[in-house]
């Protein structure tokens, strides 16, 4: 349908109709489409016209298709004529037809059932037959074991290998011939099928114990490759667990023999390898990788089992955590005693199979290190809090002396003991290695913690003479947390490398990788550092502001006092610069050059912005004085003559006024400053607003001095 309205193709129509007449062989054609996209070609009355002449052009298109084939359809109804007889005389051959078809195929099938059912009975027979011959040949091996064992059985003889061999091949036999016999194996073959292998393993016993007891290398060889031969090797080592290991341990591991022992527990366990090299030798030498016989592994199937097993049971209290010194030396001398185990075995194979056996497992989950930790824990971490709890004693602080090259306040010194304690011999497992480098992360947090509270703390001083020192308690406090941070901070690569000896080979940890772990803790002790220097240089400036308001007491010294003109400082300026210096003279060793070097540029920046503030006010305040005085001046002088107020100028320029002494006390003191500052090896382009206060003073009082003038302006 769809090929043919591809083929057919719709008469033209009219030019100017409203739409096109492709969109009527559309497959997707909707008259609500078709509406919707012409409603603006026209009104609905044009589009019903221009429809009703398309439709009159597809009627005379069609009336003209069916003239030009109506013969064709007039043949087609004449050969139509006679079909249904045509049709009805071969139905009744073609349903014959199918009936024998039928009949043909229930043949075939009948007969490739009988086929079938016939291969099937010979298979069952073949079956029969075999389960026969099977049965025949148990019968056999069962009369071949009986006269094989029962000589043995009635101590007729001792014990021969070459029939142990035999017997072994005969049970062999037997074993795989029982699995065919089916139905035709009764329940009393199979009881003494199974009574003749007991027996065998019986004698295998008797003489596998017998070789071990000669110390016979070749009769024990010769037994063990039985027990291989029949599959028994488990049997084997089971022997030696029950027979020889058992009352051995029994006597070794108990609780009255730890007790005794005076070695304790590493007694107990030299004498139970004692047990390897006394009797088992032969058998490592034999069953190891390189040995004569493969599929043994006495020491971890009979020994170990047995040694963990008793331990469990006969000694269970090596496992206990309550006492952490002991169990930290009870757990490792069982890793010396599992490390010596490893050596016995000496093949890698060997000793991954060791370790992933049930009962090692079992034995390393009993040691309870999560319970030796969290008591290891409560006392490292008790230690640190005690003394980050207790209250700063401000007095004994005070008279103590303070060293650069150790911590002086005792959290940090537990602080750095208590991380030491993690990592030393007597507390640290390896096997807890993550643990304690948390535990380590956690004490740098918690003295981390602690400074910040140190840093709020506000000391009272003793007594009124010692408030009157330059350096307060406080200013002590904050250098002597300074100095601890910073020794703190040089202590942590020590930490690293520390851990890093002490980590496990296994985690193959490098130095840069535990270094990372302690970015946030170096980044915090920066932090402390950073905020503790802020404090120290608003502490000292605090100290040496009230100074710097003096300045503008300079006036007064001079105003219509008649001073001598000042060739040294006034009294404040050293006073204003004694806090610096003393911090400098006291702890220059404690914080270090660079960093007392950048903290009294701090200082001296802040103080000299106050100072500048200070001179310019004075120096203004003096400007407008004189400015003042010298208008009353002119006031009263204003009916001298020219000449008169010539030489009353030239007068007044040949002395020194007060205004003029007062700028140059202000230039001896800013002088002064500019000195001692340069002193401690600062520079003036280092110290804001310092190079522009030289100037200011420079310019109130017109004299320009060098370096040499200055030394002279000051003596």
């Known amino acids: 349908m769809a090929n043919a309205r591809e083929l057919f193709s719709l008469p033209a129509g009219p030019v100017d109709l409203c739409f096109d007449k492709n969109e009527f062989m559309k497959k997707t054609f909707s008259v609500d489409e078709f509406l919707h996209e012409n409603r603006n070609a026209g009104s609905l009355e044009i589009i019903r016209d221009d429809l009703g002449l398309y439709l009159k052009v597809l009627r005379s298109a069609m009336i003209e298709l069916i003239n030009q084939d109506y013969a064709d359809f007039v043949d087609l109804s004449a050969n139509l004529i006679g079909l249904d007889q045509q049709i009805d005389s071969i139905v009744s051959p073609i349903e014959k037809l199918k009936e024998e078809v039928l009949s043909v195929r229930a043949a075939l099938e009948g007969a490739m059932k009988d086929i079938s059912d016939c291969l099937e009975q010979k298979k069952t027979l073949r079956g029969f037959k075999k389960s026969l011959q099977s ?24 014990i021969s290998p070459t029939l142990l061999e035999r017997a072994a091949l005969e049970a062999i036999q037997l074993q795989f011939n029982v699995k065919f016999c089916g139905e035709f194996l009764n329940q009393e073959q199979l009881d003494s099928a199974d009574h003749w292998k007991n027996s065998l393993l019986s004698q295998m016993q008797t003489y596998f114990l017998k070789m071990l007891e000669d110390k016979d290398v070749e009769g024990l060889e010769r037994c063990l490759r039985i027990y291989c031969t029949l599959d028994e090797c488990r049997t084997a080592e089971e022997v030696f667990k029950a027979e020889i290991v058992s009352p051995y341990m029994n006597r070794v591991v108990s609780e009255s023999n730890l007790q005794n022992s005076p070695q304790g527990l590493t007694g107990i366990y030299n004498q139970i390898l004692d047990f390897v090299s006394l009797n088992m030798k032969l058998l490592l030498d034999l069953t190891k990788k390189n040995g004569k016989v493969k599929g043994y592994n006495f020491v971890v199937n009979s020994f170990w089992t047995e040694v963990e097993r008793r331990m469990e049971t006969n000694m269970s209290s090596i496992f206990a955590p309550g006492n952490p010194e002991s169990f930290y030396q009870k757990y490792q001398c069982t890793l010396e005693f599992l490390e010596r185990i490893e050596l016995i075995l000496e093949d890698p194979d060997e000793v991954a199979n060791f370790k992933a056996h049930p009962q090692y497992k079992s034995f390393q989950v009993r040691w309870n290190l999560p319970v030796y930790f969290q008591i290891r824990f409560q006392e490292i971490g008790s230690n640190l809090e005690k003394v980050c709890t207790r209250e700063l004693d401000a007095t004994k602080f005070f008279n103590q002396q303070i060293s650069a090259s150790q911590f002086n306040l005792l959290q940090f010194s537990i602080a750095l003991t208590c991380i030491s304690n993690c990592w030393q011999e007597g507390i640290y497992l390896p096997q807890l290695f993550h643990r304690f480098i948390k535990l380590t992360l956690q004490l740098l947090s918690r003295i981390t913690i602690w400074i910040d509270i140190a840093i709020m703390i506000e000391p009272t001083l003793p007594s009124t003479e010692q408030q009157q020192e330059s350096v307060s308690l406080r200013l002590k406090l904050l250098a002597t947390l300074y100095s601890d941070v910073s020794n703190l901070s040089r202590k942590i690569p020590q930490i690293v490398n520390l851990i890093h000896d002490r980590a496990p080979n296994h985690l193959a940890l490098s130095s840069a990788q535990l270094d ?25 400036v605090q100290a040496s502001i009230p100074f710097v308001k003096q300045v503008s007491d300079i006036p007064r010294l001079y105003r219509k006092t ?122 003036r382009g280092e110290i804001e607003k310092l190079p522009e206060l030289v100037q200011m003073v420079e310019e109130a009082t017109k004299i320009r001095v060098s370096s040499q003038q200055q030394s002279l302006v000051q003596s």
């Open 135 to 158: 049965l025949a040949k148990v019968r056999a091996a069962l009369l071949k074991l009986e006269s094989l064992l029962k000589p043995v059985d009635d101590n007729e003889r001792e």
């Open 516 to 540: 990372d772990l302690f970015f946030d803790n170096k980044s915090a002790l920066a932090t402390k550092q950073n905020r503790l220097q802020t404090i120290i240089v608003q502490e000292l």
């Open 562 to 683: 008649n001073r001598d003109v000042p060739s040294r400082c006034c009294q404040y300026m050293e006073q204003l610069l004694q806090p610096g210096k003393s911090f400098r003279e006291r702890y220059q060793s404690m914080v270090g050059d660079e960093r007392l070097k950048e903290l009294l540029v701090n200082v001296y920046s802040n103080l000299t912005t106050s100072y500048f503030q200070a001179v310019e006010e004075a120096l203004i305040s003096v400007q407008k004085t004189e400015e003042s005085l010298r208008r009353l001046k002119n006031l009263r002088d204003r009916n001298f003559t020219n000449q008169t107020n010539t030489t009353s100028s030239s007068s007044t320029t040949s002395t020194m006024t007060d205004d003029d002494k007062i700028r140059l006390q202000l230039q001896v003191d800013v002088i002064y400053y500019v000195q001692e500052i340069e002193r401690i090896g600062l520079a």
